[in-house]
């Protein structure tokens, strides 16, 4: 099986459940495993390269406004791959390549590849993730292995955490001009590790605040 991944996560699911050898194409951001940064980069961004955080935040509400993405396929690269599976995302449209565009090339391929489209907001979620693919790449059981191994991680930490009578106060940012307070599983991964997040919500987007707010929320440190 040819595969193509159109994000990181999806590079290193791919990776984690054995099927390393078979990915034929992979994003410009995909940087692990280290093999990958080897491997054709089907995708390329607008954004240019010495924009700063806020120049970015404003591309990104323009894009918006014309559902347009900040990143698309380069065609001539994904043509000759001929992929069997394609691995992509739908929570974003513009923070990677637009599912309508996938779609389109994916009809426009031999063959026609599968499109697997990623969407998780928990952490349970990004384990059914792991099992999609693993079934998408016929390899339910590997996947099946991979989840197990997460779970007894996570339920490790979990048991410690549970013995923590003081849990440490925070607000985690994905961005900072302007501030983002982080969403989807990240809160719930907080809450795992023993910590409290105060501003982000579990399973639920990401989003602009103010800065007053992190001061209000008064997280240690």
Same mark, same amino acid.
């Given at each position: 099986m040819r595969i193509v991944t159109l994000l990181p996560s999806a590079t290193e699911m791919v990776c984690a459940l054995g099927l390393g050898s078979h990915l034929v194409g992979v994003t410009h951001e995909c940087d692990y495993p280290p093999f990958v940064k080897s491997l054709p980069k089907v995708t390329q961004t607008l954004v240019p390269y010495d924009a700063s955080s806020r120049d970015i935040d404003a591309l990104i509400r323009e894009r918006l406004k014309t559902q347009r993405a900040l990143y698309t396929l380069h065609m001539p690269t994904? +043509?000759?791959l001929a992929p069997d599976l394609i691995v992509t995302q739908a929570l974003c449209d513009v923070c990677a390549v637009a599912e309508a565009e996938v779609i389109a090339a994916a009809c426009s391929l031999p063959g026609r590849p599968q499109v697997v489209n990623l969407e998780p907001m928990r952490l349970s979620e990004v384990f059914d993730c792991i099992r999609l693919v693993g079934e998408a790449a016929d390899v339910p059981g590997k996947a099946i292995e991979v *989840? +197990? &191994?997460m779970q007894r991680r996570v339920n490790a930490v979990v048991e410690r955490t549970e &013995? *923590?009578?003081d849990r440490p106060k925070g607000v985690l940012l994905e961005w900072i001009d302007p501030p983002f307070c982080s969403g989807h599983w990240s809160p719930e991964l907080v809450r795992l590790a023993g910590?409290?997040?105060l501003v982000g919500r579990e399973g639920e987007a990401s989003r602009t605040i103010a800065w007053e707010l992190i001061l209000e929320a008064d997280p240690d440190g």
């Open positions: 994904l +043509e000759p *989840i +197990e &191994r &013995r *923590i009578a910590g409290t997040e």
